[in-house]
């Protein structure tokens, strides 16, 4: 047993008895070795060969075994310290016990799953590990004069060594201190166990691929949530979660009081950014700046959803020659088979569009499925367009303007003219028109005052501002937008003769077309400048899309033997040089109701932040057509499970 500062209680129980024996003692020791006191000076040492009348003294005061005393043995002189008066400490309820408990068996578990995060568990090692043995007479832990006691009590003995001298239980209390001393040190004691070592995965976590999709919202771009991909990008999403506000944290940063629950205030907060109070006091969604914080359209926001600040755009056009039979699936033309994942944006245009719009705009809806919306639609006698976007980004557009331009006014039914829509997305104005022009092998000249008018007559913007006035042009509606894409049956043909075209094309050309390229009248007027001046067009790896029997892979076999040609078309220009990245351009075979395929474009395309002046949309769309779409997806889904249960249930076995 240990006395309150750490030495035998066999060894210095009468040097520590009182006040009175150590005087009695004192001027025993006076009397039995004043001349040695001399002798010896400052130094206070005693040699016991001189002077056997202190050897016989500390035998019976001290109560050394027979064995221990040695002839040249040197003791020096101590001067015991009465005990330190224990401090009051408050004591702790039950509850307050039970809560503690808690708290640090939940933070434990939820550090094991960041391994980055540890500073909770360590914490309550230490906390746990500090505390001393509970003892008679023993400072609190929070005593600067505890330290100072395990310190004593872990420095060897003065009066010799205590191998030998003490027992194995004694030498074990003995030894808790000094470890204690090891931990308070930054230390870890020989011997001791690890403790919460950190999780690392049993194999390497699976690299991202590389898509034409934004890289913040892949786990959500998926259509339907049966993808193994998909499972584990939630499944991690959700660990990042659970991991981001640790308690050490939320305490830290003075988010929690002490009286609140943790896991209430987690909950309220879930993945969202947390929002002070005083910043949505100051938050101003009129006026905004570029670098604002608070700015719903401005930098902080933006890159929160796109970091490499670029969205992915699908742009597809296709003259449907006003068949009423729609095609069953749409699949393979909003959802090519090369990129992994969708788009963030799709803008489909129509010419010749079917008699029944809205069946063309529900067929598109029940396709693109819940994660788009149609953000706007317009029509122009049968021209169509189409917007539509992810849910989750429709607060971040503008109000959407459109506005039409007819090039054959002769006509009842517009037939042939062009449609624009446009808006403003965070701080990058986009425009998007689609045309019809007059058809005929040698009509090239038409087809440049077509464009002409329309690049004149089409009166955009209206009440969106434009993004950077100082490079607009009033004759010239591309102009005064910072992204144009502009597609649709251009009607312009090859100048070449039917036989000429069909010798190339059975020549296996596979991807390279340039031999029936260099004959194309829409390439020849571009490189002139006579026509979409400032415009792009991606390299072209497909067939030709017109004119196809219907139904059919063959090209016209009708009397009239039209020549194979481009005529759909998808090109787009921008303010910024190489804002715009075209990924993919190619035509849908699969898609045979009409004489055209229809054509599209993936494009990567740069996102500016924007200011908070503009008139945004507040998340409007066509809340009507997105519900009878989700209908019908369910509805297909339940067919198809129904018709498979019924060719299991319609087998029927037969015995020869």
Request: charged content about 25%.
């Amino acid at each position: 047993m240990n006395t309150p500062n750490g030495f035998p209680h066999h060894a210095v129980a009468c040097v520590t008895s009182s006040r009175e024996g150590r005087v009695q003692q004192d001027q025993q020791v006076k009397k039995a070795g004043g001349s040695v006191r001399k002798e010896a000076g400052d130094s206070k040492v005693l040699a016991l060969e001189d002077h056997p009348d202190i050897e016989s003294f500390l035998n019976d005061t001290l109560r050394f075994p027979p064995n221990e005393i040695k002839p040249n043995m040197k003791i020096k002189s101590v001067t015991p310290k009465p005990p330190r008066k224990p401090r009051l400490a408050r004591a702790s309820s039950l509850d307050e016990k039970s809560w503690r408990r808690r708290r640090l068996f939940r933070t434990s578990q939820e550090n094991l799953i960041d391994p980055n995060e540890t500073s909770s568990s360590n914490g309550s090692l230490q906390e746990s590990s500090l505390s001393p043995p509970t003892r008679s007479r023993t400072a609190p832990s929070g005593d600067p004069g505890s330290l100072r006691n395990l310190q004593d009590a872990s420095e060897p003995s003065p009066y010799g060594k205590n191998k030998g001298s003490i027992s194995d239980p004694e030498k074990q209390v003995s030894e808790v201190p000094s470890a204690s001393v090891a931990l308070l040190q930054g230390k870890e004691p020989s011997g001791s166990k690890p403790r919460l070592s950190k999780v690392t995965p049993s194999r390497p976590l699976p690299p991202l691929k590389v898509s034409v999709a934004s890289h913040v919202l892949r786990t959500a771009n998926r259509i339907d949530s049966d993808y193994l991909d998909y499972q584990h990008g939630s499944q991690s999403r959700s660990e990042r979660a659970s991991s981001s506000l640790s308690d050490t944290r939320l305490h830290t940063s003075g988010m929690v009081c002490d009286s609140c629950s943790t896991d209430s205030m987690k909950s309220t907060f879930s993945l969202l950014t947390p929002l002070r109070a005083k910043d949505v006091r100051n938050r101003s969604y009129l006026e905004g700046s570029l670098l604002a914080n608070g700015a719903l359209l401005g930098a902080e926001e933006l890159s929160r959803y796109f970091p490499d600040r670029s969205i992915g755009i699908f742009v597809a056009t296709w003259n449907m020659q006003g068949q009423k039979e729609l095609p069953e699936n749409l699949d393979d033309f909003l959802f090519p088979a090369d990129p992994d994942y969708v788009q963030d944006m799709y803008v489909i245009g129509v010419q010749e569009g079917c008699p029944d719009r809205r069946e063309w705009e529900i067929r598109l809806q029940e396709t693109l499925g819940p994660h788009y919306v149609m953000l706007y639609s317009a029509a122009h006698g049968v021209l169509y367009m189409s917007v539509f976007i992810r849910r989750d980004l429709i607060w971040f557009c503008s109000e959407v303007e459109y506005a039409t331009v007819t090039t054959r006014i002769v006509s009842q039914i517009k037939t042939k003219g062009a449609l624009g829509i446009c808006f403003t997305f965070f701080g990058t104005s986009f425009l998007f028109i689609t045309s019809h022009f007059t058809s005929g092998d040698g009509k090239v000249y038409e087809r440049m005052l077509d464009y002409n008018k329309t690049i004149q007559a089409l009166a955009l913007p209206k009440n969106v501002p434009d993004t950077n006035p100082y490079r607009s042009s009033p004759s010239d509606v591309t102009t005064r937008f910072d992204e144009v894409f502009w597609f649709g049956d251009f009607n312009f043909r090859l100048n070449k003769d039917r036989e000429g075209v069909d010798s190339i094309l059975n020549q296996n050309l596979e991807t390279d077309m340039s031999k029936l390229l260099q004959y194309d009248q829409l390439i020849k007027e571009m490189n002139d400048g006579a026509i979409f001046k400032g415009f792009q067009e991606a390299a072209i790896h497909f067939y030709p899309s017109y004119k196809f029997d219907i139904g059919q892979d063959s090209y016209d076999t009708t009397s009239k033997q039209r020549t194979p040609s481009y005529t759909d078309r998808v090109i787009y220009r921008s303010r910024h040089k190489d804002d715009i990245h075209a990924v993919k351009y190619s035509s849908c075979s699969v898609i045979k109701t009409s004489d055209h395929r229809p054509v599209y474009g993936l494009f990567r395309v740069k996102v500016r932040p924007g200011r908070d002046n503009i008139p945004l949309a507040a998340g409007q769309f066509d809340r009507e057509l997105y519900l009878i779409g989700i209908k019908r997806r369910i509805t297909r889904e339940l067919q198809k499970r129904q018709e498979l249960k019924d060719q299991k249930s319609s087998r029927v076995c037969t015995v020869s």
